[in-house]
């Protein structure tokens, strides 16, 4: 289990820095996590996503996928090796209510999630880390700030 944290922030501002930190933050992943993903539109979600997917199929000497974002069909899966990796998007749902089939959080206890746009989401799972991309005042800096991890 993570140890949570009040928040660190984490400057993104080049790729390099996005790819750093998901390296970082796969390194520490485990199966049944749920990473909630927070941010306006090109502020570098599904970038990390793109980047933490590959990590993993790096790791398992699997071919490196074309990571999207899910923005039409809500959810992209990929089966690494004996990791599944759910990544939803949930910018198009607009009541909660239409939630209810995507079985977001049951039996995730072998599955790594990634949910960008989750705040149409009431309950909060287990096993939550929560990443908030945002923008520097003058919109030339990003950072992401982090609560549920520790990444010393």
Do not use: C
């Not at 960008?116 to 909060?124: A, D, L, T, V």
């Amino acid at each position: 289990m993570h140890t949570a944290t009040s928040s660190d922030k984490i400057e993104i501002s080049s790729e390099k820095q996005t790819e750093e930190l998901a390296k970082k933050i796969q390194q520490k992943l485990k199966l049944g996590d749920v990473i909630f993903l927070y941010g306006d539109i090109g502020v570098g979600k599904t970038t990390f996503v793109r980047y933490l997917i590959n990590f993993y199929e790096k790791k398992n000497k699997v071919k490196l996928s074309e990571v999207t974002s899910p923005t039409y069909n809500l959810l992209n899966e990929y089966s690494i090796n004996k990791i599944q990796i759910n990544h939803y998007d949930l910018y198009r749902v607009k009541h909660a209510s239409e939630l209810d089939g995507l079985n977001l959080f049951e039996e995730n206890s072998k599955i790594i999630t990634l949910i960008e746009w989750p705040q149409i989401i009431k309950i909060k799972p287990k096993h939550l880390i929560e990443l908030n991309f945002k923008y520097d005042d003058d919109y030339k800096k990003r950072y992401v700030q982090t609560k549920g991890l520790i990444l010393n």
